[in-house]
């Protein structure tokens, strides 16, 4: 059973950090792009941020960009977000995801239909 779990969400003061986790199992994703999302309550599931399979490629929303961080270990099979200089406005259900559509690719989809695995969340709460 392929699953991608996250954990490392909280309730924070606004200009705190947190570092989300993902750890897949499974399968091994370290030929796969993957990324993460957030979900505030009543509105979209948004893009926050995509990896190559490598780490080398990256990309951000303008929303975090200079803030977060994404990185990965594929050794460990595992995604990582970090999270600095929280707002208010970060507060949201955060989504690891796998896109399997190209092995090796350095392709970053910030459309979240590109994905075909998903994690259940993790609540992100900041605390103005």
């Known amino acids: 059973q392929v699953q991608l779990v996250e954990s490392g969400g909280g309730l924070v003061q606004a200009g705190g950090s947190l570092r989300l986790a993902c750890v897949a199992s499974g399968r091994t994703f370290s030929g796969d792009a993957m990324g993460w999302f957030r979900q505030a309550p009543g509105k979209e599931r948004e893009f926050v941020s995509a990896?190559?399979?490598?780490?080398?490629?990256?990309n951000y929303a303008d929303a975090v960009k200079g803030r977060f961080t994404i990185s990965r270990d594929n050794a460990k099979n595992t995604l990582y977000l970090q999270m600095n200089s929280l707002k208010p406005e970060d507060t949201a259900v955060y989504y690891c995801?796998?896109?399997?559509?190209?092995?090796?690719?350095?392709?970053?989809?910030?459309?979240?239909?590109?994905?075909?695995?998903w994690g259940q969340g993790t609540q992100v709460t900041v605390s103005s």
């Open positions: 990896i190559s399979w490598s780490g080398r490629s990256t």
């Open positions: 995801a796998a896109d399997s559509r190209y092995s090796n690719s350095y392709y970053l989809a910030d459309d979240l239909l590109a994905y075909d695995y």
